[in-house]
């Protein structure tokens, strides 16, 4: 399976049929890349496959804010934005003056601002010293909803848009 099913596998919620070796077919770990690929993940700029696994990532940084008491200095204004990361800069630039106008896209963007003011919540919590309201959080109810989504949606618009082509 290569990468196109890898994405396909995600976007019908079925990321058992998404493996690490499909996945290791993506293009490098930057997120935002400067030319266009679509066999290797990239399209208007971006590194789909790249901006799934940093989403990914959160939860771990997330955890380790937690464990280690913010020893990464976590900002909730920061986190909470989502205009910060690779991906909400594609979002917010790029992407939106290529894509805004598809709904996939759209939902993603939605989806994606509900991850980071979820993540900025459970960071809020973590800093406020409630760590177990914080490990409740990112275990379940919003953030975990989020994220999920944020992934089915990316891998959703990576489908349709390189099907249109």
């Not at 930057?30 to 690929?37: F, G, K, L, N």
């Not at 496959?49 to 280690?68: F, Y």
């Not at 896209?105 to 989806?111: G, I, P, R, V």
């Not at 406020?128 to 949606?153: F, P």
Request: glycine content about 8%.
């Amino acid at each position: 399976m290569g990468l196109i099913n890898w994405f396909k596998a995600l976007a019908t919620g079925k990321p058992e049929g998404a493996t690490a070796a499909d996945a290791s077919l993506a293009a490098p770990a930057a997120p935002v890349e400067v030319q266009d690929d679509p066999e290797s993940g990239v399209i208007a700029g971006l590194n789909f496959k790249s901006a799934i696994d940093a989403h990914m990532k959160w939860k771990l940084r997330l955890e380790r804010c937690i464990s280690d008491d913010n020893q990464e200095k976590l900002k909730v204004d920061a986190v909470s934005r989502d205009d910060q990361c690779p991906l909400g800069m594609w979002i917010h630039g790029p992407g939106g003056q290529r894509f805004g106008h598809i709904r996939e896209f759209q939902e993603m963007k939605m989806e994606h601002a509900r991850f980071h003011l979820s993540a900025g919540d459970v960071l809020a919590c973590c800093l406020a010293g409630d760590k177990e309201g914080a490990s409740d959080k990112l275990r379940s109810g919003d953030y975990t909803r989020a994220s999920e989504r944020v992934k089915l949606h990316l891998a959703r618009l990576y489908v349709q848009l390189t099907e249109q082509n």
